[in-house]
């Protein structure tokens, strides 16, 4: 949007709603709850890559790191899982195991390499990325 509010453009996912979304200078990526997918356009619609995988269960928050590398934290599946950059392999970095609770959003901060996961119960976890 500009100062005008004048909106640079429009993206049809023929998705009921998209509620999750980030972007690199590039790039949109956003979350799918209904289907358990993970999505890459280009910034004018043009679909790179859908993740679908059984660790990937009600996706919410959504973040990219450096190297366009995907974090997504998923409610149902209560993990915490990065998504290669080509969107092809992904990895569960965390779980119940590691204390999750249902994690909602995920923020990765390139400056200070560190990933914040917001709870429904109030909290923020914070874990340093190496």
Not at 10 to 27: A, C, E, G, R
Request: with cysteine; hydrophobic share 30%.
């Amino acid at each position: 949007m500009d100062l005008n509010g004048e909106k640079f453009n429009t993206i049809d996912t023929n998705l009921s709603s998209v509620y999750y979304i980030t972007t690199t200078n590039d790039m949109i990526y956003y979350t799918d709850q209904g289907n358990n997918t993970v999505h890459c356009c280009s910034i004018h619609g043009q679909e790179i890559w859908v993740f679908k995988d059984q660790s990937i269960s009600q996706p919410r928050g959504i973040s990219v790191d450096y190297e366009q590398n995907v974090f997504v934290s998923c409610e149902s599946s209560n993990n915490l899982t990065l998504i290669h950059h080509d969107g092809k392999d992904s990895k569960v970095l965390l779980t119940d195991q590691d204390e999750l609770d249902k994690p909602g959003a995920v923020y990765y901060c390139k400056e200070k390499k560190i990933v914040c996961l917001g709870y429904k119960k109030g909290s923020v976890a914070i874990y340093q990325v190496s």
